[in-house]
């Protein structure tokens, strides 16, 4: 095989392996049990809710983006998720990062994304408050607002071992959540 062909297999393995990132991997860490920032999300209509609005859930906090191929994989597993999990005490929340927010929108509208859905344009606000620039990346959060774990990479959050997990984490048994100890 030539060099050229050689790099450009290196280069894919590693999109696939690791995630799209759009520069450094996190590097301001939340601990376990650190009040989660109270951010603002904007929704694709305008309106705008702190995360704090969703208190008393426990939140699957999900970055993506339409440019990223794990991303896109990943988004039917979410919608699965969402769809299974009590919404009286579950919420699952997808942030895109993209540039454009109408490419966000219609991927999500063509796709039945129907999960609580907003945008932060270019990724500002993962990257200056929460240290995160490689997609997907997933954060949980307590009800009571609380940081509890975080989670790089596409997962199968459909999984009837994910979805015991999250049950548990509800009632505050983070013991054997998936992702990068906190």
């Known amino acids: 095989?030539?060099?050229?062909?050689?790099?450009?297999?290196?280069?894919?393995?590693?999109?696939?392996?690791?995630?799209c990132s759009s520069s450094q991997p996190p590097t301001d860490r939340l601990q376990r049990g650190e009040s989660f920032p109270d951010?603002?999300?904007?929704?694709?209509?305008?309106e705008r809710?702190?995360?704090?609005?969703?208190?008393?859930?426990?939140v699957v906090l999900n970055l993506w983006a339409t440019w990223c191929e794990p991303c896109r994989r990943e988004m039917p597993a979410l919608q699965a998720l969402a769809e299974r999990l009590p919404a009286d005490k579950f919420a699952v929340i997808g942030v895109s990062v993209?540039?454009?927010?109408?490419?966000?929108?219609?991927?999500?509208?063509?796709?039945?994304i129907t999960f609580a859905r907003f945008f932060d344009e270019g990724g500002a606000i993962a990257r200056s408050?929460?240290?995160?620039?490689l997609y997907p990346y997933t954060l949980l959060i307590a009800p009571d607002g609380r940081f509890v774990q975080r989670v790089p990479g596409a997962r199968e959050w459909n999984q009837e071992t994910v979805v015991a997990l999250l049950e548990r984490a509800y009632s505050g048994d983070y013991s054997g959540l998936v992702g990068e100890p906190p």
Not at 39 to 46: H, K, N, P, S, T
Not at 98 to 112: G, M, N, T
């Open 129 to 133: 408050r929460l240290g995160i620039s």
């Open 39 to 46: 951010i603002v999300l904007e929704a694709f209509d305008g």
């Open 98 to 112: 993209d540039d454009d927010h109408h490419v966000a929108y219609e991927y999500l509208l063509e796709r039945s």
């Open 49 to 58: 809710l702190p995360v704090s609005h969703y208190r008393g859930k426990f």
């Open 1 to 19: 095989m030539k060099a050229p062909n050689v790099i450009v297999w290196i280069v894919a393995l590693g999109v696939l392996l690791g995630g």
